[in-house]
């Protein structure tokens, strides 16, 4: 397993603030994301590159590439990227390196993900799993995204809460192209028997609908939208 930390201490990055993590929220007009890459694409996380550190995770068993995004004060995990291609990863980096055997042009398909925080009750985490399957065609110098084959958005804790009418939509309508973005929506529940301990009155100050009592048996629900972009390097 390779892990290597990368540092962002560069002054760029999206302004976005989640409560209890230290993380200074700003409009997105104001600075850019932190830059994410991956093995085909990369990402703009949702937060300020100084106020967080990106470690990247290669799994040999899965295949899967991983950058972990967390606040660099607390040591919290803000989010996190993968991509699974559907060839071995040392291919994959000969092919984009130039130091494949063959200068053919190569296709391959490849599986880019998002784990991402939809709300941040009490300093709990109510995450989505977004993922898109794309088909790539590429060599050492550039590429491109064929077609989506396949997308999806799910709870990114089971058991904790629920995403109901759940729905993945991807935006990017034009193909061949260098960025897909995928837009999630639906309706996140929760209930008094959530196994994460979230409580009434941290979902009551998000603005979450709330049915039930404080000192009884209640449910909460809020609607949530989040769109995600990856783009070829």
């Known amino acids: 397993m390779f892990k290597s930390i990368i540092r962002t201490c560069f002054a760029v990055g999206l302004c976005l603030g989640v409560a209890g993590f230290g993380v200074t929220p700003a409009s997105a007009a104001e600075c850019e994301g932190a830059k994410v890459v991956l093995l085909t694409a990369q990402a703009e996380s949702a937060y300020r590159a100084e106020d967080v550190d990106i470690e990247y995770v290669e799994d040999d068993l899965t295949n899967t590439y991983t950058a972990i995004v967390t606040d660099q004060e607390t040591g919290k995990v803000l989010e996190s990227y993968s991509e699974t291609p559907d060839i071995p990863i040392d291919e994959l980096r000969a092919i984009r390196s130039g130091e494949s055997s063959t200068k053919a042009v190569h296709n391959y398909n490849t599986k880019l993900s998002r784990n991402v925080a939809l709300e941040r009750p009490g300093g709990k985490s109510i995450n989505a799993y977004t993922w898109v399957e794309v088909n790539v065609t590429a060599d050492f110098s550039w590429a491109q995204i064929e077609r989506v084959n396949a997308k999806g958005h799910q709870a990114g804790n089971s058991g904790a809460y629920r995403l109901n009418s759940a ?37 009551s100050s998000l603005g979450f609908s709330m049915s039930g009592s404080s000192t009884n048996t209640w449910t909460a629900r809020k609607a949530y939208d989040a769109t995600t972009s990856f783009s070829i390097m």
Do not use: Y
């Open 167 to 203: 729905s993945t939509i991807v935006r990017t309508t034009s193909f061949p192209c260098n960025t897909v973005s995928v837009q999630i929506h639906g309706m996140i529940e929760v209930t008094s028997s959530n196994s994460i301990g979230i409580s009434f009155g941290s979902l």
